[in-house]
């Protein structure tokens, strides 16, 4: 497949499920996942931040990087690549679906309706007694950790951190959408992290057409029908013909 087929492929679909990672919001200025870590933050691995454990042993710390990480999400803006995807969804309709890994929250805000967070949403947090979630206060007025409003509980990072189940209903929502989809796009994530990264087998296992947008190679290009070597605004302007 060269890239006019992707193209066409993608024009013809009727039903079209995106992966998206990290790297969708690199041009909006977030660091992505496995990037170094910078400043008083470089001496932690996120996966020794990003999980149940390191909560236990130490909230505060952990609230301190999850405040700090939602300073700069809200200081960022949704990019050409959350546009193009929101507006796709407009075009396709109800045969479009949107599976993030993001906690960044700039799907929703580039007006992506057909979504889901399957890793959770830092700009909001659960209460670790009654499980209420709540959006955080705007960062200015942010001190952690909340309290829950119902019930004065303490309230956690509403994230799927490591060693935790992915929300079910999510996860089953875009396994369907995976499989039933004509053409499914994988855009900026390195495709190690399951059962994210299971996704693009649920479309290719039913025959369906799976397309890559990533500067750099991925553990699952080689699985693929065919990957646009660019950032994922330019890939997707590629492929729209934007
Ligand atoms: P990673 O940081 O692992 O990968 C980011 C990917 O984006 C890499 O493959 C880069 O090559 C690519 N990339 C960089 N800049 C890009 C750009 N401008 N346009 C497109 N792609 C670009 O992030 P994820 O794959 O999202 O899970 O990581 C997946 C999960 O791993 C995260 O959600 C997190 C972590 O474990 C949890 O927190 C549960």
Redesign the pocket.
């Known amino acids: 497949m060269n890239l006019a087929d992707a193209r066409t492929a993608l024009a013809r679909a009727r039903r079209v499920a995106v992966l998206t990672?990290?790297?969708?919001s690199?041009?909006s200025g977030i660091p992505?996942?496995?990037?170094a870590q910078t400043g008083h933050w470089a001496r932690f691995k996120?996966?020794d931040l990003?999980s149940p454990d390191a909560y236990f042993r130490d909230p505060e710390l952990v609230w301190d990087w999850y405040a700090g990480r939602y300073r700069d999400v809200m200081a960022a803006m949704p990019n050409a690549?959350h546009n193009l995807l929101a507006q796709m969804e407009q075009e396709k309709g109800d045969g479009f679906f949107l599976a993030t890994?993001?906690?960044d929250g700039l799907h929703a805000r580039a007006g992506s309706k057909r979504l889901v967070e399957l890793?959770g949403n830092l700009t909001t947090a659960r209460c670790e007694v009654c499980h209420r979630v709540e959006d955080l206060p705007a960062p200015q007025d942010f001190t952690p950790p909340p309290t829950c409003a119902t019930c004065g509980g303490r309230m956690r990072p509403n994230?799927?951190?490591?060693g935790e189940f992915l929300p079910e209903a999510a996860l089953e929502a875009a396994a369907d959408a995976f499989a039933a989809a004509d053409v499914a796009l994988i855009?900026?994530?390195?495709?190690?992290?399951y059962p994210?990264a299971g996704l693009a087998f649920e479309t290719l296992d039913r025959g369906g057409t799976v397309i890559e947008?990533?500067?750099?190679e991925?553990d699952l290009t080689p699985r693929l029908s065919f990957s646009v070597r660019e950032?994922?605004?330019r890939?997707l302007e590629l492929l729209l013909g934007a």
């Open positions: 990672g990290a790297g969708i690199a041009e992505t996942f496995r990037d996120p996966e990003a690549g890994q993001n906690v890793h994230i799927v951190w490591f855009i900026g994530t390195s495709g190690v992290v994210a947008i990533n500067p750099t991925t950032t994922a605004a890939g």
